[in-house]
């Protein structure tokens, strides 16, 4: 929530889908700021989780949470999907995320303390996204797999996912862009 009565300080990243421009990151830092709360926003890229975290140290001094949102959905069903929409879709989705926890890990393990929560999806079930649902599958098992490290380490570090259905940006208008880019390869639009 962010009018919550005592927001914590936060850093907010630039969304990709206005990526360049960081008209959303600087419109929710706003939000902050409005309600009392303190927020900088960044305009990094997940590639670069390195760059995220140091600008996070040098805000605040300290990283207490790694909330691992980033995300772009491509628009082809499994028959058009191609090579190159797969590996952009994982290195945003999959990679991005471990970019970002390679960066934050080491600063959790020096705190002794530490959150990340990881955003999958509903579509680990199945849909017409193929890419998008195996990167949110892979997160489950990162998350896994970094809260048994922890767990190991005997440190107050919590790494959960969360699987939101929610009505965003980047969903909207999904099957319209499926068609769009069916009619232009001279296909006929999947029927609703």
Same mark, same amino acid.
């Given at each position: 929530d962010l009018t919550?009565?005592?927001?914590?300080?936060?850093?907010?990243?630039?969304?990709g889908a206005t990526a360049g421009t960081g008209a959303v990151a600087d419109e929710v830092v706003a939000r902050i700021r409005a309600s009392g709360g303190?927020?900088?926003?960044?305009?990094?890229s997940v590639?670069?989780?390195?760059? &995220?975290?140091? @600008?996070?140290?040098?805000?605040?001094g300290r990283l207490d949470i790694d909330i691992n949102n980033a995300a772009v959905?491509?628009?082809?069903?499994?028959?058009?999907?191609?090579?190159? @929409?797969?590996?952009?879709?994982l290195d945003i989705n999959l990679t991005g995320i471990f970019t970002v926890m390679k960066a934050a890990w080491p600063v959790f &393990?020096?705190?002794?303390?530490?959150?990340?929560?990881?955003?999958?999806?509903?579509?680990?079930?199945g849909g017409r996204v193929a890419a998008?649902?195996?990167?949110?599958?892979?997160?489950?098992?990162?998350?896994?797999?970094?809260q048994f490290e922890a767990h190991r380490l005997q440190l107050d570090i919590r790494v959960n996912t969360v699987i939101p259905q929610a009505d965003t940006r980047m969903v909207r208008g999904l099957?319209?862009?499926?068609?769009?880019?069916?009619?232009k390869q001279g296909r006929k639009p999947i029927a609703r």
């Open positions: 919550a009565p005592r927001p914590c300080p936060c850093w907010v990243p630039c969304d303190e927020a900088v926003a960044n305009y990094d590639e670069h989780g390195d760059r &995220i975290v140091a @600008a996070a140290l040098a805000a605040y959905l491509t628009p082809e069903p499994w028959a058009d999907l191609t090579l190159e @929409a797969w590996q952009r879709t &393990i020096k705190q002794r303390y530490g959150r990340a929560l990881m955003m999958a999806s509903p579509t680990i079930h998008y649902s195996a990167s949110k599958t892979a997160l489950i098992g990162l998350a896994a797999s970094l099957e319209d862009a499926v068609n769009a880019q069916r009619v």
